[in-house]
């Protein structure tokens, strides 16, 4: 399995420019998440999913978009960029269910954007 | 307001030393995370603690959670310059949603 998978590693985006960060998990997870962080700092929830179709907003959802159309995938959309989305986006994963009550969330590697 | 505050922010420490960083949230949870990160990387489960009282070790590393006083705690001994990282707790208020509120972390520096 390869786990949570996102790409690109690293962007550079021109203020007001859109792009969307993709995020893909293999391990059949029905609970997806977006975080950012900002630096020096934890990370803040800016949507989740708890499947496929079903979307609702974190702490900081204002500037950005998402859709869940199947399991695997989670896309996190920006439009309009600004320098304030300047951050490292992390795509998470988790299974709560029976016999799961860990619920352990796991992290993609992470998208670096740089808005200038 | 749901919110997770850890101290220290940094910590310096010799190598062979213990330390403990700690780890206050703001309301009710029954399930907290502690979790590392290494500079420019992702976040690597290390701890799942579910219960009062829960204690958890690996290694040099061992985490606690007191849901009475809203309380974890990772303790850390004889420190190694491995263990050197970001350290970050993040606790389940609603568990409709699992949504996790993480603290701001703590750089720890292991010096040799």
């Known amino acids: 399995n390869a786990g949570v998978t996102q790409t690109p590693k690293f962007r550079i985006l021109k203020i007001g420019q859109s792009m969307t960060l993709q995020c893909t998990q293999d391990m059949n997870h029905n609970y997806m998440y977006w975080y950012r962080q900002d630096p020096g700092m934890g990370l803040k929830l800016i949507y989740y999913s708890v499947g496929a179709g079903i979307t609702d907003k974190g702490e900081v959802p204002n500037g950005y978009n998402v859709s869940r159309s199947t399991t695997e995938d989670f896309p996190l959309r920006l439009e309009l960029a600004a320098p304030s989305q300047t951050s490292v986006y992390f795509c998470?994963?988790?299974?709560?269910?029976?016999?799961?009550?860990?619920?352990?969330?796991?992290f993609g590697p992470g998208t670096r954007l740089t808005v200038l | 307001e749901l919110k997770v505050e850890q101290n220290p922010l940094f910590l310096s420490m010799q190598e062979g030393k213990n330390y403990t960083i700690y780890c206050n949230y703001s309301?009710?949870?029954?399930?907290l995370y502690w979790y590392r990160q290494d500079p420019g990387k992702s976040l690597e489960s290390l701890f799942v603690?579910?219960?009062?009282?829960a204690v958890k070790q690996e290694g040099r590393l061992m985490a606690s959670l007191d849901t009475k006083a809203r309380l974890s705690t990772l303790h850390i001994t004889a420190a190694v310059h491995d263990l050197s990282a970001t350290y970050f707790c993040a606790v389940v208020f609603n568990f409709g949603n699992e949504k996790l509120t993480f603290g701001t972390g703590t750089r720890l520096t292991i010096i040799p």
């Open positions: 603690l579910l219960s009062n009282g």
């Open positions: 309301t009710t949870s029954d399930r």
């Open positions: 998470a994963s988790s299974y709560p269910g029976l016999g799961s009550p860990y619920n352990e969330q796991f």
